[in-house]
DNA sequence: ACCTGAACACCGTTCAAGT
DNA sequence: ACCTGAACACCGTTCAAGT
């Protein structure tokens, strides 16, 4: 049986030919009003942008958390195959650090800094289902390639995945790979030399 | 000269005795509204909880981020406090680690993750300063001692700080303690034994 | 089946009228 | 000098009317 019970599902098919369209022109117009003015661009602003009337926006979208929630989807389920690429690379550890990189690029690119945040459909924690048993995987290979300390999870490297683009994220003029310097600060801390036990288990 | 300007300077003397209290209240108010719904409590309930009208919030401060702004300005200044007396402390790297504990452990108990933020006035700005060059110095007491890597800057750990409730900030049913773990992580990064070279430069 | 735009409830902010 | 509450502009969301 197909699932078809909320129309904000996901690319779907059988829909008529101007929803189609105006569905990608709303996630389209979406994306960039909030790249530009944040995520509290209003929704009429997106809905002319998008050239359709602020109705419509509610029809595709139940809701505007639904719509931002429809936007991290896609960039999860690009960054989980990101890593899923890289399970096949040489250097796990290299994989792992490289993986890393392309999470915060692609959150530096356009402003994701809403992956963690209110937006969290049961879609999008799919996604992140998937995206952890991804990371954990890449976090696995390192460890036993001893580039990751023994008592870090991939849990842990998930959370602090973020952590880079939160940092930089207001530093006034900051340059836009100033993420890579944290970055490479907390991956230090991941490493097997020189750490110290962990005062509290990880979650979950 | 005694500057008078603005009305939500902070603490001024010479308020009417009502308006003294009015403004006590609305900040408690508002500490406790803030923290049991986000951000985004609505200022006729923080007018309420105060016992106050609504334009009263807006006689003393201009707008709901300077009032956010003020409350992030008293822990920002008793984060400083803190600091100052670490300073003052005998192992130069275990006063940076209970300092940064005492930020985690300040940003947990009320919500604080609003420290970054928006709601950035010129006063919170000269506080974030004066916080900025204790954690200066803790840190080049910490480096000297050898217990902080040679590449690392006050900055970045005023940067840093904040990372660790953050990350713990939105896992669901999280002990409240987490914080610790990604703070240990941190922290092992910031060490000298194995760090690796950083790529890029620390801001300002 | 989908789109439209008027209407609603709510929110931050302003301000004339009060004491 | 300060407080009050009605009024305003704006925003997310709903829904009856259209095609």
């Known amino acids: ?46 809905a002319r942008r998008a050239g359709v009337a602020k109705g419509t926006v509610f029809r595709h979208f139940a809701t505007k958390d639904d719509l931002i929630a429809a936007i991290v989807l896609d960039r999860v389920e690009a960054l989980t195959a990101s890593g899923e690429r890289l399970l096949r690379a040489d250097d796990a550890g290299a994989a792992l ?26 879609g999008v924690a799919r996604a992140q289902g998937r995206l952890t048993a991804t990371v954990d995987a890449l976090v696995d290979r390192a460890r036993d390639h001893g580039a990751v300390r023994d008592d870090v999870t991939g ?22 790979d100033l993420w890579r310097r944290y970055l490479a600060i907390i991956f230090d801390g991941l490493r097997p030399q020189g750490a110290h036990p962990l005062p509290v288990p990880p979650p979950s």
Chains 1, 2 share one sequence.
Do not use: K, W
Not at 106 to 115: H, I, K, M, T, W
Not at 166 to 176: N, R, S
């Open 97 to 122: 650090l490289e993986f890393l990189h392309i999470a915060a690029e692609q959150r530096q690119q356009r402003d994701l800094s809403f992956l963690h945040g209110s937006a969290t459909t049961d």
């Open 1 to 46: 049986m197909t699932v078809r019970s909320t129309c904000y599902r996901s690319p779907v098919r059988s829909l008529r030919v101007d929803a189609a369209r105006n569905r990608a022109q709303l996630l389209a117009a979406a994306a960039d009003e909030f790249a530009e003015r944040g995520l509290d661009a209003s929704v009429a602003d997106i």
């Open 155 to 176: 849990t842990d490297v998930f959370l602090l995945m973020c952590a880079p683009n939160y940092v930089t994220g207001y530093v006034p003029g900051a340059p836009p």
